[in-house]
Nanobody
Framework: QVQLVESGGGLVQAGGSLRLSCAAS????????MGWFRQAPGKEREFVVA????????YYADSVKGRFTISRDNAKNTVSLQMNSLKPEDTAVYSC?????????????????WGQGTQVTVSS
């Protein structure tokens, strides 16, 4: 089991930036990939970005390419999400997730462990 704790959400104006962090603990040696998903009120959970734990390969949703950047620190067992040029449509609860078996990168079903989520609100 991998435990995940997110931090860094908040309220920001459109065009602003936020940085989210996710700290992993427990069986971190089993992590294959870390991802970020988001869920807005009344909408399904949506893939945002992911990173392979060992080789650092990254995957981005088209809606965030060029604006969001994911990075990892294997020594500290953390993954960060730098969000720039934020838009009101980025408003959602952002959750990090750990995949320990190599599942589908962009599907919530491909991940085994989830954090509690952190709210990101972008005002217009």
């Amino acid at each position: 089991q991998v435990q995940l704790v997110e931090s860094g959400g908040g309220l920001v104006q459109a065009g602003g930036s936020l940085r989210l962090s996710c700290a992993a603990s427990g069986r971190t040696f089993s992590i294959y990939r870390m991802g970020w998903f988001r869920q807005a009120p009344g909408k399904e959970r949506e893939f945002v970005v992911a990173i392979n734990w060992n080789n650092g390969r990254t995957y981005y949703a088209d809606s965030v390419k060029g604006r969001f950047t994911i990075s990892r620190d294997n020594a500290k067992n953390t993954v960060s999400l730098q969000m720039n040029s934020l838009k009101p449509e980025d408003t959602a609860v952002y959750s990090c997730a750990a995949d320990v078996h190599g599942g589908l990168v962009s599907s919530p079903s491909g991940y085994d462990n989830w954090g509690q989520g952190t709210q990101v609100t972008v005002s217009s």
